[in-house]
């Protein structure tokens, strides 16, 4: 009699959308965004360091700035849900086409926004501010909207690696821009090397020609013999309408949602600011840390989107499903460590705020900031399922819902309750980050109820695959 066989059962680590592959796909991303914070902060620290007038008007200016740039990113960005669904697929010679039709929206885009440069000092000057602020505004602004065509076109090509889980490309990209505007920033706002000292115009030219490195890294990387003809790179430039009516039709309402979700944002901190200085100054400290401690969770909810594509793609809900919800287990398990730390140890995260700087000015402030760092403890564990599910949502298409639901809480839930707690019955600043933290929460339940429906997992932004995999669509 022959022995029987022992068939082990695969585990978690292994098996299809697994743990390993859910880290293969998304440490490179967080140490991708990882660098991207690491620009801002430099860019801040040196602009304090030049004058208070160019780290002040360096903030409107970039705000406004990435605002229009937010509707551009989300539509043209969501190429890379296509491209996640076509390799899925084995569709991979669709993947040039795409890449271009996103190219078309980037350029519409930069166009649009290069048309605002003559208008900027009727804008700013709008605003109020101080005659040096806005002078220095005004100068930023004009040079960030003049190069905006570099991050707009590299959000498209950055899709071709992420979107088949080839994420270390988007790593080593995004560390040549950041290496590149941390080096020029140095030399162009100090005025080293024999340079004139530029100050914020400095900053952003920096900026600019970073956004360049990044975007060539890219197109050289593209152009490699290994992906030109395996995947259409160049064979279909032009404008497919039916193709770009696809992109339009699922990406747009993920540019509108990128869109209100930054302008939600922006209204909500300008109306904090009627409270006074030292409780905006609070509020935008806790938002910092929760932005440095947030950043895996980034690059967490992009490898989701990536798998939960590539998955549908190849007919396999049941394994996007279970990626979305072991990416879900880790996520969690860190936020309510980073959130255990935000409830009993806020210095730990505020010491660095207070050296160098005079106690009695700062110790209002980091008080303030403690508290507020009590609520992002609390919102932080919703907003794991915020970015889990919604970009689970997203790597199947259901761009759609996830617009709704966006324009709808930051009306409801958030922009309105705020300007009444706030500029009609002049509560406090607690009272203001109580809406935040039911705004946030409320987003991510709303998310989580529509995953659990399964309806996304029928989802396809894709051509029906009426064809054997590896053959072609016509063009």
Not at 9 to 30: N, Q
Not at 161 to 183: D, K, M
């Amino acid at each position: 009699m022959k022995p029987k066989k022992i068939r082990f059962k695969p585990s978690l680590w292994s098996i299809e959308g697994g743990y390993r592959e859910l880290l293969v796909t998304a440490l490179p991303l967080i140490m991708s965004t990882s660098s991207w914070t690491i620009q801002q902060i430099v860019d801040r620290i040196f602009l304090t360091w030049h004058s208070p007038v160019a780290i002040a008007a360096s903030m409107p200016a970039g705000v406004l700035n990435f605002c229009l740039m937010t509707f551009f990113l989300g539509t043209a960005g969501f190429v890379n849900t296509f491209v996640a669904q076509y390799h899925g697929a084995k569709l991979e010679c669709r993947i040039g086409p795409i890449l271009w039709q996103g190219i078309y929206v980037s350029l519409a885009g930069g166009a649009l926004i290069m048309l605002t440069v003559p208008f900027a000092g009727a804008i700013f000057g709008a605003l109020g501010h101080a005659p040096d602020v806005r002078k220095a505004e005004i100068i930023y602004y004009q040079i960030m909207c003049l190069g905006v065509l570099p991050p707009l076109i590299s959000n498209v090509l950055s899709c071709f690696w992420s979107g088949r889980g080839e994420t270390w490309p988007l790593f080593w990209a995004n560390i040549a821009g950041t290496a590149v505007n941390v080096v020029l920033d140095y030399i162009l706002i100090f005025g080293k090397f024999g340079f004139p000292e530029m100050g914020i115009e400095g900053a952003a030219i920096a900026t600019v020609i970073a956004g360049f490195v990044t975007m060539m890294y890219y197109v050289v990387s593209l152009a490699s013999k290994k992906y030109v003809k395996r995947y259409d790179i160049f064979g279909s430039i032009r404008i497919q309408p039916k193709l770009f009516g696809r992109l339009w039709k699922y990406g747009a309402p993920s540019g509108v949602q990128f869109f209100l979700d930054v302008m939600g944002w922006s209204v909500a901190i300008l109306i904090i600011g009627r409270l006074g200085t030292d409780n905006l100054a609070a509020s935008n400290i806790a938002f910092n840390i929760n932005t440095v401690a947030f950043m895996p969770m980034i690059g967490f909810g992009i490898a989701v989107s990536i798998l939960v594509g590539q998955y549908l793609g190849r007919n396999k809900p049941k394994v996007a499903e279970r990626a979305v919800w072991l990416c879900f287990g880790l996520t969690f398990a860190y936020m309510g460590f980073v959130a255990i730390l935000y409830f009993f140890f806020p210095y730990v995260f505020l010491s660095p705020f207070a050296h160098g700087s005079s106690a009695k000015e700062t110790a209002a402030i980091l008080a303030t900031t403690a508290v507020l760092l009590k609520f992002i403890a609390v919102y932080s564990l919703f907003d794991t399922m915020n970015i889990v599910f919604l970009s689970a949502l997203k790597g199947a298409g259901d761009t759609m819902y996830i617009m709704i639901m966006f324009g709808v809480a930051a009306v409801v839930l958030l922009i309105v309750p705020i300007y009444v707690m706030v500029v009609v019955f002049h509560m406090n600043l607690f009272a203001a980050w109580w809406i935040i933290t039911i705004y946030i929460a409320s987003l991510g339940l709303l998310f989580l109820a529509r995953f659990l429906g399964g309806k996304w997992k029928s989802m396809r932004v894709i051509e029906p695959n009426l064809l054997p995999p590896g053959t072609c669509l016509p063009t």
